[in-house]
């Protein structure tokens, strides 16, 4: 490969598909044994970075996916890599590295979990634990090597694995790798296989090493997000959906999955409801925690700082929940509810968001709930805009 520089292009609405569009796994085109294995782990539909990455990964594209944990981003990259194993010849074909043993694990596990149907090998390499039993599978020779960067180095030292025929490179958490000093290790295995072959580069953040990184490794890589992007016009930051109650869950669904977001603050009324939603989200393939009435407040506290660390990307809390929290900050809110206190409403939109900017704010709107809706807009002395989604609104409501 060369160091020479290349832009980094966002995907362009040509490579992906329609995100107003929910794809199945079937639509991705994929073995059918792969599709039973996606079956069993009990997934019903993909995650967005898995519908976004996934038809890109398999016409062999490069790929600089930003997406942290939770978002699905480890099928993302492992399915297409089992895609293009299955029927093929038996040798390293696939090398993954990631910053941590626990990864390397986590990463080898989807694998077995994934190919289960399959016959492709797997090893996860990692340190801390003897190079012998690691020495002898590698020179078996196995398809898919899993592998922290200091032990891969040993075993290259050693020559108990050779990258020759290697077509796929991952590298997960390449932010992590970097921030733990890994840069040489990295650059000293990507010396060691071949400069024709496809690499996915996944990382939380973009710092620039990370960008200088992917410059060096990737070709011409399409960058596949999952960030927030807002469901209204940009420079609208406070919404109002009009919903009847029974739809509620399903546009929350709809603008979840259809849209990429990275964190996103729900609130509802009661408890009941929290645990219901981040049910459904959960079943469309949107990863949700709820924060109960009934946990503690240190745990509430926890869960809201591990939300803003970008730990959890969709947090949901009861209106009880969210009293003594400090939820500055966060710059999207979804009140699945409308607040019963007009000062709720005020207290959640004016300590969301940006420095300069409000945070966005979006508050499903029942036909029972109009009355309630209006207290809040003459409290706040503005109307606040009206978005409807067609399919699940009840007809234009005036904003008074
Ligand atoms: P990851 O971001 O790769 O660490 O995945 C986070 C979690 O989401 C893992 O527990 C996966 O098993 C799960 N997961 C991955 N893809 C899906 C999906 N399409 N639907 C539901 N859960 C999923």
């Known amino acids: 490969m060369t160091d020479k520089q290349h832009p980094l292009p966002t995907r362009s609405p040509a490579d992906v598909p ?3 569009r929910t794809i199945s796994f079937a639509d991705l085109n994929l073995h059918p044994t792969i ?3 996606i079956r069993d782990a009990g997934y019903s539909v993909p995650t967005p970075i898995q519908r976004d990455a996934i038809p890109l990964a398999l016409n062999g594209r490069d790929i600089m996916g930003l997406a ?5 981003k480890t099928a993302a990259f492992t399915l ?3 895609e293009r194993l299955i029927d093929g010849p038996r040798r390293t074909r696939a090398l993954i590295l990631t910053p941590t043993r626990e990864l390397c694990v986590q990463v080898e596990e989807s694998f077995r979990k994934y190919a289960r149907h399959g016959e492709i090998s797997v090893i996860a390499v990692y340190g801390g634990v003897p190079l012998d039993p690691q020495e002898r599978r590698l020179r078996e020779g196995v398809d898919v090597v899993v592998a922290t960067p200091g032990r891969l180095i040993d075993h290259l030292d050693r020559q108990n694995v050779v990258f020759d025929d290697l077509e796929v490179l991952v590298l997960d958490e390449a932010d992590r790798m970097l921030d733990m000093g890994f840069a040489p290790q990295i650059n000293r295995i990507v010396d060691q296989v071949p ?3 496809q690499t996915l580069l996944f990382s939380a953040t973009m710092p620039p090493e990370v960008e200088a990184l992917a410059r060096k490794y990737l070709r011409k890589p399409i960058v596949v997000q999952v960030g927030v992007r807002s469901a209204a016009a940009s420079t609208v930051t406070h919404a109002v959906y009009p919903v009847p ?7 929350l669904v709809e603008l979840l999955t259809g849209s990429v977001h990275d964190s996103v603050l729900i609130f509802s009324r009661t408890k009941h409801g929290a645990d219901r939603i981040v049910r459904d989200l959960e079943k469309a393939g949107v990863t949700a925690t709820a924060m109960h009435a009934d946990k503690s407040q240190s745990q509430r506290t926890k869960a809201l700082q591990e939300f803003k660390d970008g730990k959890i990307s969709v947090l949901v809390a009861t209106d009880i929940a969210q009293r003594g929290l400090d939820i500055s900050g966060i710059t999207h809110v979804i009140n699945y509810d409308v607040p019963q206190q007009a000062e709720d409403y005020v207290h959640r939109i004016g300590r969301t968001g940006r420095a300069a900017k409000e945070g966005d704010a979006y508050t499903f709107m029942s036909p029972d709930e109009i009355g309630m809706v209006r207290t809040i807009e003459r409290m706040i002395g503005k109307p606040i805009p009206r978005i409807s989604v067609p399919g699940f609104d009840f007809g234009t409501v005036a904003a008074d």
């Not at 942290?68 to 699905?72: L, S």
């Open 80 to 82: 297409p890599i089992i």
């Open 18 to 20: 329609s995100a107003e």
């Open 35 to 37: 599709l039973d294995a």
């Open 195 to 197: 400069a024709y072959r």
């Open 245 to 251: 109650r029974e739809k509620k869950n399903a546009l």
């Open 68 to 72: 942290q944990t939770g978002t699905g």
